[in-house]
C-alpha cells in the first residue's frame, strides 16, 4: 500500500537519479568489465572458435570439424594420461594435504610455547616461489646425490628415485605440496579458535573422550572451512602447471632454452597435468586448435568445481548481503 | 569479580592424588604436542637449511654427499650474480611485480568498492563471474591471448602482454578485497553521504583510510603472484632472454650450470629470500589476506 502511494508520488527527479546511480555503477565496474570483456569473453568465444579448426599460427585457419576433439580424445598419446595424473592429484594430494593442513593447523593451536617461532616456521614454505621450490626438491630428492637419500640410506631405509621413477614422481609432488601447507594451517587455525568453548565444556562434561570431542564438536564446526579447503585445493590440483613441469624438465637434465623441445611428462609422463597439455600442443606442436581443445576440456572441469563452491544453498562463498 | 574471588579457596587445598596424576597429565600432553612440533618444524625448516647449506659448497663438494660445507664459499653468490643475465632477470621481475601491483590496486578498488557497497541489479552475478575468474586457469584463454598479443599487437618477448591485463582488476584482488570491505560498516557510507560527498570522495577519503589493510593484502598478494609467475613469461618471454623474470630465469639457469648444484642453490636462495624478507615486514596483511579468502565467506 505504502509502496503504491510512493510509486504514484515519485518525483520527477527520480528517474534521472536512478540512471545517474546506474551510470555511477557502471563507471565504478568498468576496468573489470572491460577486462572481462577483452580477456575472458572474447579468448574464450575465440577458444572455442579454434577447436574447430586446424591452425598452426602462420597459414590462414582452416575448417577441421571435429578432428581436433578425435585427435585429442583417441591419438593425442598423452590425454589420457594426463587426465589421469590430475585425478590421482585430485584425489590423492588434496586429501592428504588436506589432513596434513588439518592436523597442524590442530598441533599449532595446542602448542603453548614458541607459539609464534614455531607458526612462522610452518607459513613460510607456503611463500617459496614455485620455481624456487621445485628447484630445491629436485635438489634435495635428487636419488644421486640429494641429502634425503643421504640420510635414507644411513637409517637403512632403501631410497626412492623420487623425480627419476614413474612411481614416485607424483608422491615426490606431493611431498612438495605437503610442505607448503601453510595457507591451510592458517585458515584452519582461525576456524578452530572459532568454535565456542562452552561446546568442548558440555562435551567434556558429558564424558566425551578426545575422540569424541573432535568427531562430535570440532568436525561439525569446522566442516565449512574443509570443504574450502578440500574445494579451492581441488581447483589448485587441476591447475598445477609449473612443479611439475619445472621437475619434469630438471630430473630429466634438459638443458633449456627458448623453443627447446622437452619430454612432457619426464618420467614416462608421469608428471605430466591437464595444463601441460595446452602448452605442448599449441607451442611445442604449434597445433593450436587441439590445444583448444584440451583448454575446453580444462575450462569445463574447473567451472564444475567451482559451481561446487558457490552453490545457492550451502555453497561455500556467498555473495550475501 | 566475586566469582574471581571465591574460587581461590578451592585451589588451596593440597594437591590431591587426582589433582597430581591431571597436572602430570597436562605436563605430558605438552612435552607430546611440543615434541610433535619440534618434528613438524624440522620438515617445514630442513629444506630451507639444506638448500642455504649446498649453496654455500665449493663444485665439487655439492656433488658429494656431504651435507655440511667444507669451506664455505661465499662467492658463489657473487658467481651468480656474475651470471650473464640475472641482473636483467631482476630488473624485469620488479617491474612486472611493481608496475602490475600498482596497476592492480588502482583498477580493483573501485570495482570491489562497487561490489560490497552499491546495491545494483546483477550484482550478484558480477561477484559469481568474479569468482569464476579466480578459479579459471590461465591455460584455458592462453592460445587466443597468445596470438592476439604476438601476432595482433607484436609484443611478444616483451613483459607488457603480462602487465597491461593487470589494469583491467584482477579477479583474486578484487574478491578479497570486496570480503574486506564488507567488514567496514555500512554507516561510514551513509554518514559520508549525508555530510554530501559523492561516491568517489566517500571512496578515497572515507573507505581508502579504512581498507588500508585490505588493499596491503592484495598489494603483496599480486606482488609474489608476479614475483612467482612463472607461465606468463614462458608463454611471452621465451624467446627474449631480455626480457625473462627470475621465476623463469632461475629454471633456465640450472639448465646453463646443469652439474652446478652449488650455483643453482644459490640462485634459489636469491629468489626465495626477498619473498621471505617481505614476509618478515607484513607478516599481518598475508595471515589476514589468507584468512579473508577462506574463513569469513
Not at chain 1, 19 to 36: D, K, N, V
Request: glycine share 8%.
Amino acid at each position: 500500500m505504502a509502496i503504491h502511494t510512493l510509486r504514484a508520488k515519485r518525483p520527477p527527479g527520480l528517474a534521472a537519479k536512478q540512471r545517474r546511480q546506474a551510470l555511477r555503477t557502471l563507471a565504478f565496474l568498468s576496468p573489470w568489465l572491460i577486462g572481462f570483456a577483452v580477456f575472458f569473453a572474447y579468448p574464450m568465444i575465440s577458444t572455442v572458435y579454434f577447436s574447430f579448426m586446424h591452425y598452426d599460427g602462420f597459414k590462414p585457419p582452416t575448417w577441421a570439424g571435429t578432428k581436433n576433439w578425435t585427435y585429442v580424445f583417441e591419438h593425442y598419446p598423452f590425454f589420457w594420461p594426463a587426465l589421469r595424473n590430475t585425478l590421482w592429484l585430485v584425489l590423492i594430494m588434496v586429501t592428504l594435504r588436506v589432513l596434513f593442513g588439518l592436523g597442524i593447523g590442530m598441533l599449532i593451536t595446542k602448542i603453548k610455547t614458541g607459539t609464534g617461532i614455531f607458526r612462522t616456521l610452518f607459513y613460510l614454505p607456503y611463500l617459496a616461489p614455485p620455481v624456487a621450490a621445485t628447484m630445491a626438491f629436485a635438489f634435495l630428492l635428487n636419488p644421486g646425490t640429494g641429502p634425503v637419500n643421504s640420510m635414507l640410506e644411513k637409517i637403512g631405509i632403501p631410497a626412492p628415485g623420487w623425480f627419476n621413477d614413474p612411481n614416485w614422481s607424483k608422491p615426490a609432488l606431493t611431498l612438495m605440496f605437503l610442505w607448503g601447507v601453510g595457507d591451510l594451517m592458517v585458515i584452519f587455525m582461525a576456524a578452530l579458535l572459532d568454535v565456542p568453548k562452552e561446546q568442548y565444556e558440555a562435551a567434556e562434561l558429558d564424558g566425551a573422550s578426545a575422540w569424541q570431542r573432535f568427531r562430535f564438536v570440532t568436525l561439525p564446526n569446522i566442516s565449512p572451512i574443509i570443504m574450502f579447503a578440500v574445494v579451492t585445493g581441488v581447483i589448485a590440483a587441476m591447475q598445477c602447471y609449473t612443479q611439475p613441469l619445472v621437475a619434469g624438465k630438471v630430473a630429466s637434465g634438459v638443458i633449456q632454452g627458448a623453443g627447446t623441445m622437452f619430454e612432457p611428462g619426464y618420467p614416462e609422463h608421469s608428471t605430466l597435468t591437464l595444463p601441460q597439455l595446452v602448452y605442448n600442443l599449441g607451442f611445442q606442436r604449434f597445433d593450436y586448435g587441439s590445444a583448444c581443445v584440451v583448454a575446453l576440456v580444462l575450462f569445463a572441469l574447473s567451472m564444475a568445481f567451482t559451481a561446487l563452491l558457490m552453490r545457492r544453498r550451502g555453497g561455500l562463498i556467498q555473495a550475501g548481503d | 569479580m566475586t566469582q574471581v574471588l571465591d574460587r581461590p579457596v578451592e585451589l588451596k587445598v593440597p594437591a590431591s592424588p587426582a589433582a597430581r596424576t591431571a597436572r602430570r597429565k597436562a605436563f605430558l600432553e605438552w612435552v607430546a604436542v611440543h615434541s610433535l612440533g619440534v618434528a613438524a618444524a624440522l620438515f617445514f625448516a630442513l629444506p630451507f637449511v639444506f638448500v642455504f647449506l649446498t649453496s654455500l659448497m665449493s663444485d665439487s663438494q655439492a656433488l658429494s654427499r656431504d651435507l655440511i660445507p667444507h669451506t664455505w664459499e661465499w662467492a658463489n653468490y657473487r658467481k651468480v650474480f656474475d651470471t650473464p643475465g640475472f641482473l636483467t632477470w631482476w630488473k624485469n621481475t620488479l617491474i612486472y611485480a611493481g608496475l602490475g601491483t600498482l596497476l592492480t590496486v588502482v583498477s580493483s578498488v573501485p570495482v570491489a568498492y562497487a561490489l560490497a557497497k552499491f546495491r545494483f541489479r546483477g550484482r550478484n552475478l558480477t561477484l559469481m563471474l568474479v569468482i569464476s575468474m579466480m578459479m579459471l586457469p590461465p591455460q584455458v584463454v592462453v592460445i587466443p591471448m597468445y596470438l592476439f598479443w604476438a601476432k595482433q599487437l607484436d609484443l611478444s618477448g616483451t613483459l607488457w602482454p603480462m602487465i597491461i591485463p593487470l589494469a583491467f582488476g584482477d579477479a583474486f584482488s578484487i574478491f578479497l578485497l570486496r570480503q574486506f570491505l564488507m567488514t567496514i560498516p555500512n554507516e561510514y557510507v551513509d554518514a559520508a553521504k549525508v555530510d554530501g560527498c559523492g561516491d568517489l570522495r566517500t571512496l578515497l577519503r572515507v573507505i581508502l583510510p579504512m581498507a588500508k589493510p585490505g588493499i596491503a593484502a592484495i598489494a603483496l598478494f599480486q606482488f609474489f603472484n608476479a614475483w612467482n609467475d612463472y607461465f606468463g613469461p614462458q608463454i611471452y618471454a621465451s624467446e627474449n632472454p631480455g626480457a625473462w623474470t627470475l621465476s623463469y630465469g632461475l629454471e633456465s639457469f640450472k639448465g646453463a650450470h646443469h652439474t652446478d648444484w652449488n650455483l643453482t642453490m644459490a640462485a634459489t636462495v636469491l629468489v626465495l629470500a626477498p619473498v621471505l624478507l617481505v614476509f618478515f615486514f607484513a607478516q599481518k596483511a598475508f595471515v589476514e589476506g589468507v584468512t579473508l579468502t577462506g574463513v569469513k565467506g
